[in-house]
């Protein structure tokens, strides 16, 4: 074609998770919250008057970031809100790179970032975390403008701890900006870094702890100075009224949040533990999926099979993860519904792709 640019013919694009159309599925596969946003947000939700549709929403979301800074013991100039937190990693990318400015981060992680590096011309230094998911020390060393730690890690759910990543900070000369899209899921985030270090920004998103994927919405946590900068960068209305009403409810319902959370974190130690019981390797995750490794049967063909029985969970065809499958953490009877599923498909006679002998269940 040649009308565009030519990193735009190459790019191939991300590509988000099946949605499937069908309501009577069961939806394992992008991490989405199984329980619904608070009960506050569908009381906003049906008092939004057309005045307000009418008119241009608050460009900086007033509402909300003086919700989010009182929950996270900050000051509102310290927060801006984005048209979810994959916006903010569109601005940061704009705000920080170019051909000269290149990005690190450590691989595998999400898959979303060497996209965004493409669209902006900008070489991406991926530096390969080892086999335990620990920092990797180079990527103290390599010179990007923008380094970022998503934390937890996607797609794997490890943690690196928070005074490694103020170690990090301290060493980098650019921006660290550690995406904390899972963060509600774990036990402790970084939020104190932003008061220390001037060159941190925290990415946080409503989409999976708060159950709002629906509408979009995510923030950064930086210092003021750093909030200012990325500002100039964001499109000028890029939160709409709706989302900020609806997130601004949903975020100063704690109480909700802390139960629904803790009840996914409980869900993900069954899950896990059956999951083990099936002769499936998993790493302990900090997040809301956890990353289940077939060691007899074909990750892909497991992936088929859950199809059939209209259970969606993802499955990377990619180095290192194509023996993997990354489930997202349902409810309880969610979970067993899909351990029933394994169990079948894991103990039929002949198993497709499956070594034989080593299989768990008697078929
Ligand atoms: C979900 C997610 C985000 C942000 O998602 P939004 O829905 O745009 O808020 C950012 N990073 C990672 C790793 C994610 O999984």
Known sequence: MGYFRKNIEQVKGYEPGFQPKETDILKLNTNENPYPPSPQVMKVLAQISSEQLRRYPDPIGNEFRQAAAEVNDVQPENIMCCNGGDDLLTIAFRAFCDKNRPVAYPVPTYSLYPVLAKLQSCKAIEVPFDDEFNLPARLASTNAALTIVC?????????????????????????????EAYVDFAEANCTELVKEFDNVIILRSMSKGYSLAGIRLGYAIAQPDLIAGLMKVKDSYNIDAVAVAVAAAAIKDQKYFSETTEKVKKARGLLVAKLRDLGFEVPQSYTNFVLAESKNCKAGKIYDK??????????????????KLRITVGTGEQNDKLISALKEILSERRPFGCAQGKLTGDG
Not at 162 to 169: K, P, Q, T
Not at 306 to 320: D, G, H, Q, S, T
């Open 151 to 179: 934390n937890p890690n996607a797609p794997n759910g490890s943690f690196v701890s928070v005074d490694e990543l103020a170690s990090l900070a301290d060493e980098l000369s650019g921006i660290l900006l550690i995406d």
């Open 306 to 323: 859950l199809v059939e029985r209209r259970i969606y969970v993802r499955y990377f065809n990619l180095a290192k993860l194509d023996d």
